[in-house]
């Protein structure tokens, strides 16, 4: 994209996003002096050498004295580079033009104030009742009415603080605003508003107020740990129906989402299967909260942004040729291949054992790729959005009877409905795990319990198997109760254990699908991708006994799945 082309980029708030998390709020010992409060120590007790300042705005201008060569150790030293300083303080604060004296000191004479955005300024609230803030809440482990919230509601304010306070390698801020326009979604946010919300008060572009908001249905958080809540099957559908509306409109040049580390990966392989769009999608997370020592999040954002900008995801027809990506510590890993391995910057690897790493960004040298993944993706998905028909069969026992079912899968206007997510179970092999020297299928109970639920509650659903490495199998048991679930129309995929670099394979005649290079979570959610366009496996009218045919009928289906996996 020419240099002189702003992007438009829309930016999605997902769940429980460290890297739109902040440390708690604590009362700055200026506060507590003002106010004749204990002073905060350090745990030995020993007094603090610099007091807490956080990023907060002047309510009105105001004239400072900034004391000359203080923004560097080495700045004296070239003096003789510098113009004269604007005039002295005298020992009795005094503003003169010329020194007077060996004590006065040379300033720097400047007035800010709202229109200059953030400063870092002392934390002057204090709790209800007058005391000092020492963490998010009123009292440790209080409940919910009792505690402030760390994450925030979406991501305009960290874009505002990142613009604001992050350098380049020139030392110039402006990071953000100098390369693009930002809109802010709030798609499955982090934080939300308990007390709601006025359309005057809003940062973001959508329309109308916002009612007061339900932790766990309307934000998902991780902290504190005792309050987390975490999301559902329907945030699924509400986030995809968002993100889809949002990049379908022709709007934006590329998209960034923002999400916890642990479950990022899962978002991104998500986005890339079902969301029909040629722009990029760049996914960020980050280990350590916005505004922690060593915070990785904001460098992430701002290389997303170049990501986008620099156009090396375009096909030679200017549409994304490489699918959402998860862009982290300046290596580019496709969404289908990345996982995190470890909680520490870095800590994402490569899963499969042939490639996913595919191009690198950051100083030094410009955005790069390496390679082109093969996959298909967004909007060249089999599965995207666009392709996913309005209904589909699914499976329900009805007076005991295992018959297929039209399951609604869009409303009236195309989007996704929250209760047909599929519910999509992982079943892990261990050795040593067969209750005795029987393959009874029945002996799995908790596969046979399952199955029982499914077809009680959700006519759209499978199951994947993480089986041993790299074949993909389970015991006699586990691989009979499967066997089963597919004979009562649910689709069962084979993976490897960990992050296998084998090629889980499908066997001719085999009425498992097999999961290839995947991880067990990617297949996850590449069988809920195949249910909702697909519909479930034919099942057999006595699904403890099939007969040939009908075995012959769930291969023919479990053949469309497989064309998936083996391109996806």
Same mark, same amino acid.
């Given at each position: 994209m020419?240099?002189?082309?702003?992007?438009?980029?829309?930016?999605f708030?997902?769940?429980?996003?460290?890297?739109?998390?902040?440390?708690?709020?604590?009362?700055?010992?200026?506060?507590?002096?003002?106010y004749?409060l204990?002073?905060?120590?350090?745990?030995?007790?020993?007094?603090?050498?610099?007091?807490?300042?956080?990023?907060?705005?002047?309510?009105a201008?105001?004239?400072?004295?900034?004391?000359?060569? /203080?923004?560097?150790?080495?700045?004296?030293?070239?003096?003789?580079?510098?113009?004269?300083? !604007?005039?002295? +303080?005298?020992?009795?604060?005094?503003?003169?033009?010329?020194?007077? /004296?060996?004590?006065?000191?040379?300033?720097?004479?400047?007035?800010?104030?709202?229109d !200059?955005?953030?400063?870092?300024?002392?934390?002057?609230?204090?709790?209800?009742?007058?005391?000092?803030?020492?963490?998010?809440?009123?009292?440790?482990?209080?409940?919910?009415?009792?505690?402030?919230?760390t994450?925030y509601?979406d991501?305009?304010?960290?874009?505002?603080?990142?613009?604001?306070?992050?350098?380049d390698?020139?030392?110039?801020?402006?990071?953000?605003?100098?390369?693009?326009?930002?809109d802010?979604f709030?798609?499955a946010?982090?934080?939300?508003?308990?007390?709601?919300?006025?359309?005057?008060q809003?940062t973001?572009?959508?329309e109308g107020?916002?009612?007061?908001?339900?932790?766990?249905?309307?934000?998902?958080?991780?902290?504190p740990?005792?309050?987390?809540?975490?999301?559902?099957?329907?945030?699924?559908?509400?986030?995809?129906?968002?993100v889809?509306?949002?990049?379908?409109s022709?709007?934006?040049?590329?998209?960034?989402w923002?999400?916890?580390s642990?479950a990022?990966?899962?978002?991104?392989?998500?986005?890339?299967?079902?969301?029909?769009?040629?722009?990029?999608?760049?996914?960020?997370?980050?280990q350590?909260?916005?505004?922690?020592?060593?915070?990785?999040?904001?460098?992430?954002?701002v290389?997303?942004v !170049?990501?986008?900008?620099?156009?090396?995801?375009?096909? /030679?027809?200017?549409?994304d040729a490489v699918?959402?990506?998860? +862009?982290?510590?300046?290596?580019?890993?496709?969404?289908?291949d990345?996982?995190k391995?470890?909680?520490?910057?870095g800590?994402?690897v490569?899963?499969?054992?042939?490639?996913?790493?595919?191009?690198?960004?950051?100083?030094?040298?410009d955005?790069?790729?390496?390679f082109?993944?093969?996959?298909?993706?967004?909007?060249?998905?089999?599965?995207n959005?666009?392709r996913?028909?309005?209904?589909?069969?699914?499976?329900?026992?009805?007076?005991?009877?295992?018959s297929?079912?039209?399951?609604p899968?869009?409303?009236?206007?195309g989007a996704? +409905?929250?209760d047909?997510?599929?519910?999509?179970?992982?079943?892990?092999?261990?050795?040593?795990?067969?209750?005795?020297? /029987?393959?009874?299928?029945?002996?799995?109970?908790?596969?046979?319990?399952?199955?029982?639920s499914?077809l009680?509650k959700?006519?759209?659903a499978?199951?994947?198997?993480?089986?041993?490495?790299?074949?993909g199998?389970?015991?006699?048991?586990?691989?009979?109760?499967?066997?089963?679930?597919?004979a009562?129309?649910?689709?069962?995929?084979?993976?490897?254990?960990?992050?296998a670099?084998?090629m889980?394979?499908?066997?001719?005649?085999?009425?498992f699908?097999?999961?290839?290079?995947?991880?067990?979570?990617?297949?996850?959610?590449l069988?809920?991708?195949?249910l909702l366009?697909?519909?479930?496996?034919p099942?057999?009218?006595?699904?403890?006994?099939?007969?040939?045919?009908?075995?012959?009928a769930?291969?023919a289906k479990?053949?469309?799945?497989?064309?998936?996996?083996?391109?996806?």
């Open positions: 020419p240099a002189a082309e702003r992007p438009r980029i829309a930016v708030s997902g769940p429980t996003a460290t890297v739109q998390n902040s440390e708690p709020l604590v009362t700055s010992n200026n506060a507590r002096r003002k004749g204990p002073l905060r120590t350090n745990p030995d007790g020993t007094a603090l050498v610099q007091d807490i300042v956080r990023a907060q705005r002047l309510a201008p105001v004239t400072v004295y900034i004391e000359a060569f /203080s923004a560097h150790p080495l700045e004296e030293d070239a003096a003789e580079l510098y113009a004269a300083p !604007d005039g002295y +303080l005298t020992a009795a604060g005094a503003f003169i033009s010329e020194r007077a /004296s060996d004590s006065d000191v040379a300033v720097y004479e400047a007035t800010i104030g709202p !200059d955005g953030l400063f870092t300024l002392p934390y002057m609230a204090r709790t209800r009742d007058g005391s000092p803030w020492e963490s998010e809440g009123l009292v440790p482990f209080g409940p919910g009415d009792e505690t402030r919230q994450f509601p991501a305009s304010r960290l874009f505002e603080e990142i613009n604001r306070f992050g350098l390698v020139h030392g110039v801020n402006n990071i953000l605003s100098s390369k693009g326009d930002y802010f709030r798609a946010p982090s934080g939300g508003y308990l007390n709601g919300l006025s359309e005057a809003r973001d572009v959508g107020d916002i009612p007061p908001e339900i932790r766990g249905e309307d934000f998902y958080f991780y902290g740990p005792h309050l987390a809540q975490g999301t559902a099957m329907p945030t699924l559908a509400r986030l995809t129906n968002l889809q509306s949002v990049l379908g022709g709007t934006y040049d590329g998209a960034i923002l999400e916890g642990p990022v990966e899962e978002t991104a392989y998500w986005l890339n299967l079902l969301i029909d769009t040629t722009v990029p999608i760049s996914c960020n997370a980050s350590r909260p916005h505004g922690a020592l060593g915070n990785d999040g904001d460098r992430n954002i290389d997303s !170049d990501y986008i900008r620099s156009r090396i995801w375009a096909g /030679s027809d200017g549409a699918g959402s990506v998860l +862009l982290q510590e300046e290596q580019i890993f496709t969404s289908r990345a996982q391995a470890d909680a520490r910057p800590g994402y490569a899963t499969g054992g042939h490639g996913g790493i595919i191009g690198t960004i950051g100083a030094p040298g955005p790069m790729l390496t082109w993944p093969a996959k298909a993706h967004t909007h060249r998905s089999a599965v959005f666009t996913i028909p309005s209904s589909n069969p699914g499976v329900r026992r009805v007076n005991g009877v295992v297929s079912v039209d399951v899968i869009k409303d009236a206007d996704l +409905l929250a047909a997510i599929p519910k999509v179970t992982i079943v892990k092999y261990a050795r040593y795990g067969m209750d005795d020297y /029987s393959d009874d299928p029945m002996l799995q109970v908790e596969i046979r319990a399952r199955i029982d499914n009680a959700a006519s759209l499978g199951f994947v198997l993480e089986g041993n490495a790299p074949f199998r389970g015991d006699e048991s586990e691989m009979a109760a499967l066997r089963r679930a597919v009562h129309g649910m689709p069962v995929v084979r993976t490897a254990r960990g992050n670099e084998g889980v394979a499908h066997a001719p005649g085999e009425v699908i097999a999961g290839n290079t995947l991880t067990s979570t990617k297949a996850r959610l069988l809920m991708a195949c366009r697909f519909g479930s496996l099942p057999a009218a006595d699904p403890e006994n099939p007969t040939s045919e009908e075995w012959d769930i291969r479990v053949a469309e799945y497989q064309g998936v996996f083996d391109t996806h």
